[in-house]
């Protein structure tokens, strides 16, 4: 494979000309924040957090979407590239509930909240005034809960389900500021062909899609065999 060279924050580096931005700079231990990108799906770019100066061009690029070229220049960390991902993080977090502290998604496992302590984001700072949403939650699975509210649009659940899984509940709905990852016309997973696999709760980066508290459980029991699962019944109806 052919090799080019390249450099990334003044650094030369010597790269498989294959590969993306995004994939050098993980080589090389350069810190780039994703939300939408898992390295098992293709690249959609949609969550603009990976953004890096290219040759001083004036738009910055995504890195996940965009191979690299010999004698590039890039630069990861200008003042310009972390403006962005604030302004980005700060569009993101202005339209997301603000329940943190109870989500289900516990904290260090909910990629958007990791990286607003990164980029030192709080909604004081928010550009937009904090959304009121109030789409239902969907809880009619028997193994994932659905909370729409939190979605933030990264497409993982689409592209694992209906690319790696074959399967294909998630839809793209409504454009712009309105775009949602739906199922079609908005069934509750409990009526579409959900095989219940698991796959897009363990890609979503945040708490929009959560196992449900009873399957986590049985989780947790089969490997620390110390946690004991109480099976709840439904109390017995008295007969008069
Ligand atoms: Fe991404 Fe989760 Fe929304 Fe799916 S439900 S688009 S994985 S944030
Ligand atoms: Fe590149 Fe989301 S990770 S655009």
Known sequence: METIKLTINQKEITANQEESILEICQNHQI????????????????CRLCVVEVDGEENLTASCNRKACDGMVIETESEKVINS???TLELLIANHPNDCLTCDRTSGECQLQDLCYQYDISRGEQ???????????????????????????????????????DIGIYH??????????????NQPLAETKCINCGQCVKVCPVGA?????????????????EVHVVVQTAPAVKHT
């Open 209 to 225: 899609l959560v196992e449900k508290q009873e399957i986590r459980k049985v989780m947790q029991a089969i490997v620390d065999p």
């Open 31 to 46: 810190a780039i924040p994703t939300l939408c990108h898992h390295p098992d799906l293709r690249n959609e770019g949609n």
């Open 172 to 185: 793209y709905q409504e454009r712009g500021f309105d775009t949602l990852v739906s199922t079609k016309e």
């Open 127 to 165: 550009l937009l005034k904090t959304i009121e949403q109030k789409k239902a939650l969907d809880l009619s699975s028997p193994s994932i809960e659905r909370d729409l509210n939190k979605c933030i649009v990264c497409g993982k659940c689409l592209r694992v389900c209906g690319e790696t899984q």
């Open 85 to 87: 991902r604030r302004a």
